[in-house]
């Protein structure tokens, strides 16, 4: 599936699981593009290169139990951003992981976690 294009409404549907509504900017940022370059792929107008693509579903994916925990922040702290909880997520799943409390391939399929401990930024 890395391999496979990024349609528009996939672009889209991720940026704004992300990011919320007003998820163009800082899709940009974590993406290292221009304004203008999203505003492209979200039209079609251009297509997603598969490295913009692994970046994009790298930002993502998290596993269903990393979407449980995603849910579950957002639930009980729905003033948190959205991407806020996606690092929430990303962070409690690899303390469980540290601690030996995830069977392999559970929590992100085998992926090793993106995230530098104790910062909230994805390399």
């Known amino acids: 599936m890395q391999d496979c294009p990024i349609t528009p409404a996939e672009f889209i549907a991720t940026g ?3 990011f919320g509504s007003r998820w163009r ?3 940009a940022k ?7 370059i999203i505003r492209y792929y ?4 251009r297509p997603i ?14 596993g269903p139990v990393g979407e449980v925990i995603r849910t579950t922040v957002r639930k009980v702290a729905p003033e948190v951003p959205p991407f806020t909880a996606q690092l929430i997520a990303r962070h409690i799943l690899a303390d469980l992981e540290s601690l030996g409390m995830m069977a392999n391939g559970w929590s992100r399929d085998g992926q090793e976690p993106q995230i530098e401990p104790g910062s ?4």
Request: glycine share 8%; net charge positive.
């Open 25 to 27: 900017t800082p899709m």
């Open 120 to 123: 909230s930024n994805l390399k």
């Open 30 to 36: 974590a993406l290292g593009l221009s304004d203008r």
């Open 49 to 62: 290169s598969p490295a913009i693509a692994a970046k994009i579903r790298g930002l993502a994916h998290i």
């Open 42 to 45: 979200q039209s079609g107008e």
């Open 16 to 18: 704004e699981l992300l």
